[in-house]
């Protein structure tokens, strides 16, 4: 099995930008160990506080966002960096030529149940005509991105990411502490009938998509027979449609706060996107490609439909 290095040299990375996603990676075994470990480390349940998003922060949250904003501010390629658990952009080195934004512990409400988690991230290049602290370093659409990948923590942990070529699976060798190549090329069927939705938000969701799951559910003869799988961590439900093909869904919602949904465009949607289209699928926000989104905001949220090609078509088609 091929190790990672060799496979980024291949694809002609930048020795930079390979050293940072090495930073990236250096965190994640840390972060891998540390949930391993579970209850025997005291690293479960949760703290006191609450995040930007007005989530309670669960004690892994914190740990391993100060994993990854530790080292990646020691990492003198990069210039600032910005994360779910964070109010604002933090700088690190001036004019380094990157910047990174991460999600350090998706689906950190299954911590406690040893559930799926996984670590989101994406690299940029910096920009030259704005402040180092400004969001505006991050207001690039996701079609800029120049690498994107997550860490998915489980019975094996894997690397799934791209630099812009095909999206690549890596297994870490925990006898040896690195990053094999197991899976060289994912490619997602166009059509499946599975997809992953928390169905129950049915009661808050606009009639349009609400009538497109009475259909789904009761009356299809184009995706008659679906099943539906929900990890209630976006990561690990990308990662399946990634492996098998679906559709991944958050829309919009009635309830305060809900209008755009809850998914981050900068620490799930673009990567998670980035990785998804890289796979033959497709990946939308209201019928729009996530992509071509230009950022207004740091924590900015979007509704996702994500997956399989025909079903992400079809999903628009009926709820526009």
């Known amino acids: 099995m091929q190790r990672l290095i060799p496979v980024l040299k291949k694809d002609n990375v930048e020795l930079e930008l390979i050293m940072l996603i090495r930073t990236i990676l250096a965190a994640s075994k840390e972060i891998s160990f540390r949930v391993s470990q579970g209850a025997l480390a005291g690293v479960l349940g949760s703290t006191l506080d609450e995040n930007i998003q007005g989530e309670v922060q669960k004690k892994l949250d914190v740990i391993a966002n100060q994993l990854l904003k530790g080292m990646l501010l020691d990492d003198d390629s990069v210039r600032a960096i910005a994360s779910e658990e964070e109010d ?46 400004s969001e505006l370093q991050f207001a690039q659409k996701g079609d800029q991105q120049l690498c994107a990948g997550y860490v998915l923590y489980g019975a094996s942990t894997l690397l799934v990411m791209t630099t812009g070529g095909p999206t690549r699976c890596y297994t870490l060798d925990s006898t040896h502490g690195g990053y094999l190549l197991t899976e060289n090329n994912f ?36 995706f008659s027979g679906s099943s539906m799988r929900w ?32 998914i ?4 799930e949607a673009n990567p998670l996107a980035f990785l998804v289209e890289n796979s033959g ?8 490609a996530i992509l071509e989104i230009q950022p207004t905001s740091l924590h900015q949220r979007v509704p996702v439909a994500i997956g399989s090609k025909e079903q992400v078509e079809y999903y628009n088609k009926v709820t526009r």
């Open 231 to 262: 990890n209630a961590a976006m990561v690990g439900d990308i990662h399946r449609i990634i492996s098998r093909g679906g559709l991944f869904l958050y829309p919009q919602d009635t309830r305060d706060g809900n209008s755009n949904g809850k």
């Open 88 to 133: 604002f952009v933090v700088t690190g080195t001036p004019k380094a030529p990157y910047i990174v934004a991460f999600d350090p512990l998706d689906g950190s409400s299954n911590v406690d149940i040893n559930g799926q988690i996984g670590t989101i991230f994406t690299i940029y290049k910096a920009k030259d005509d704005v402040p180092d602290d």
């Open 264 to 267: 981050r465009l900068l620490y």
């Open 187 to 222: 490619e997602i069927p166009v059509r499946t009938k599975e997809f992953s939705v928390n169905i129950a938000n049915y009661r808050y969701w606009p009639e349009k998509i609400q009538c497109y799951f009475d259909e789904l559910l009761y009356q299809s003869d184009a």
């Open 281 to 288: 699928g497709l990946a939308s926000s209201l019928g729009k």
